[in-house]
């Protein structure tokens, strides 16, 4: 009995330490972030500043648009999210009403798809957005919604579709529901978790999409804020608060996010 | 009577068939737009002279012969190995052991599960640039550490022997995907199997080497994979900020090569050329993937879990 309440109290201690060394980066970044301009950084490992500051942030608006990137980032990364929750389900859903031999097919097409770096594609995928008139508009950034954002998220969609009794679904069928009404009112209520996780998942996949605004847009009309960090890096190299301060916002979103969206996930099991 | 209901619901049936191939043909004519299109394209365009304004002039197997004489393309290849390649397994293994850790119930788990995923919730861009900041040589958190410990630590990303370690470090913060992914295929073993073992006398060690890998191998390679593959991205981004592929190209990858060739100086039938080099990469993961494929059956039988 106690030997096993020692190895329960070991594990969690493991837990902990793992924890914690996961959290280094955001704790770092915020801490630099929050330490008053002009002073020297600290130089011991209690990185909290005495007098957190907020500074920084504004010291930010000298360098870019701040306010006018993070709208462009934040309704590009919605309008993304949606798009892909609509696409992702819908190929999962239909594949996984296929027989079985067609859906080991796709599965495999998926897989290799996910084989194909996205650098692969760049130099040609230039061109053809050159060509369709859609090089510095919102439609390159957006593109990747039409085929799922990516693969890995169809097939988790398929998964969780598979893992659903069929009989949800055909009784839906004999009710005289088709495929449309039976994907919106039975599959994806149904996989409402799943559809959480895909959201924030894409949420980060289009926020966090550096190379497409780098790649394909020319002007700053539609510039996101992964684009600020650059100028950031090319004119404020050492000013090392600064710098995290320009890290803290593009994080802010999709990490606050995540965190909100914790207590749902641990409801749920998570990975399920 | 009867006739007229089977045949409602043959027209029932048909129309669904046809709305399932209108789907999924759409998702496919994306696919061939966005994927297989460009593919093919760079796969043809490295036979020709192409600077993405004035139209393509063959030029046969000169690019081949720009690209692959190039002394930078035989070192950026052995810097991908060592940045990309080799560090993936690593970063599996590192995945799975974190999910092993936290794979069962206990307090606070939701939380600490959370707290591993958090770096791979910061935008690779931002935890590049953060990079740059927590490698730094006098005042990045990681050497003040390492000061305290009484070591004397490197520069990172300015000395030529250590920016490849502090690009691999920083990547082993972002394993989010991965233990997620992990996570959810331990999931699968059932808890019973653990307890039998034990009763049995196996130790940790044993149960995970005997028990939990053989389960999760296939969900481990094809992790693997993907991770080498997001990796070519991933660290283009990461190096872009931290190194530029210096210094003294200690960092240049395969994918700043093609970059460089492509964006830079414009000379896209090059680029294509050194891109033959990644799509025979991409061709052998695809061989070892179907290989897998066939060993595990993944897809036809009712296995619970496919990555």
């Known amino acids: 009995m106690s030997h096993s309440s020692f190895r329960i109290a070991l594990r969690f201690a493991g837990r902990l330490l793992t924890a914690f060394f996961f959290s280094l980066p955001a704790i770092w970044i915020i801490a630099a972030a929050l330490h008053p301009p ?26 870019f648009a701040w306010a006018r990137l993070g709208f462009n980032s934040l309704w590009i990364s919605l ?3 949606g798009l892909t929750i609509v696409s992702a389900s819908l190929v999962g859903f239909c594949v996984s009403l296929l027989s079985r031999r067609s859906q080991q097919g796709w599965v495999i097409l998926w897989l290799a798809l996910l084989m194909i770096p ?13 060509n369709l008139g859609w090089i510095d508009s919102p439609l390159a950034l957006l593109a990747p919604a039409w085929i799922g954002a990516s693969p890995f998220f169809i ?29 919106l009112l039975v599959a994806l209520p149904v996989t409402a978790p799943t559809g959480m996780g895909i959201g924030l998942l894409s949420f980060l996949f289009f926020w966090g999409d550096f190379t497409s605004p780098m790649l394909y847009l020319t002007s700053e009309r539609f510039a996101t804020l992964p684009l600020a960090l650059q100028t950031l890096q090319q004119l404020a190299r050492s000013d090392w608060s600064l710098m995290m301060a320009g890290v ?5 979103i999709p990490m606050a996010l995540f965190i909100a969206l914790t207590p749902y996930f641990n409801r749920r099991s998570w990975g399920q | 009577m009867p006739f ?19 789907i999924l043909g759409v998702y496919l004519l994306g696919v061939s737009l966005l994927v297989f299109l460009p593919a093919a394209w760079s796969f043809g365009l490295a036979f020709f002279q192409f600077d993405g304004l004035t139209p393509p002039r063959w030029n046969g197997g000169v690019n081949f012969i720009l690209a692959y004489s190039d002394q930078l393309f035989s070192l950026s290849v052995r810097n991908s190995l060592a940045l990309i390649i080799l560090p993936a397994p690593v970063r599996v293994l590192g995945a799975l052991l974190a999910a092993r850790l936290m794979q069962r119930r206990g307090r606070w788990i939701g939380w600490l599960r959370s707290a591993v995923f958090l770096p791979s919730a910061i935008p690779v861009a931002a935890m590049a640039a953060a990079g740059l900041w927590i490698f730094n040589p006098l005042y990045g958190p990681v050497n003040l550490l390492l000061q305290q410990l009484g070591l004397s630590p490197p520069a990172w990303f300015v000395e030529p022997l250590w920016a490849k370690p502090a690009l691999i470090l920083l990547s082993f913060w972002s394993i989010g995907e991965g233990f997620l992914v992990c996570l959810a295929a331990l999931q699968d073993i059932p808890s019973e199997i653990d307890e039998a073992a034990r009763v049995d006398g196996a130790g940790l060690g044993r149960i995970f080497v005997s028990i939990t890998l053989p389960v999760v191998a296939p969900t481990l390679a094809l992790l693997a994979f993907r991770d080498m593959i997001l990796s070519f991205h991933n660290s283009f981004i990461a190096i872009f900020f931290t190194t530029a592929g210096g210094p003294y190209y200690a960092t240049f990858t395969v994918t700043q090569l093609i970059y460089e060739q492509a964006f830079d100086l414009l000379s896209f039938g090059t680029a294509s050329a050194t891109l033959w080099a990644l799509y025979t990469l991409s061709g052998l993961l695809v061989i070892g993937l179907y290989v897998i494929i066939r060993t595990w059956n993944i897809g036809i039988t009712d296995e619970p879990f496919i990555l």
């Open chain 2, 4 to 22: 007229f209901r089977n045949l409602r619901q043959k027209i029932k049936r048909n129309s669904q068939q046809s709305s399932i191939s209108l």
């Open chain 1, 155 to 183: 097939l988790i969609y398929y998964r969780a579709f598979r893992r659903t009794p069929r009989e949800i679904f055909d009784s839906a069928r004999i009710d005289g529901a088709g495929i449309l009404q039976s994907w």
């Open chain 1, 118 to 130: 996205e650098i692969a594609l760049w130099p040609t995928r230039f061109v053809l957005f050159k």
């Open chain 1, 38 to 63: 002009g002073t020297p950084l600290p130089r011991t490992l209690w990185v909290a500043p005495d007098h957190a500051s907020l500074e920084n942030f504004a010291r930010l608006g000298e360098y």
């Open chain 1, 79 to 81: 309008v993304g999210v």
């Open chain 1, 248 to 252: 803290t916002i593009v994080m802010f």
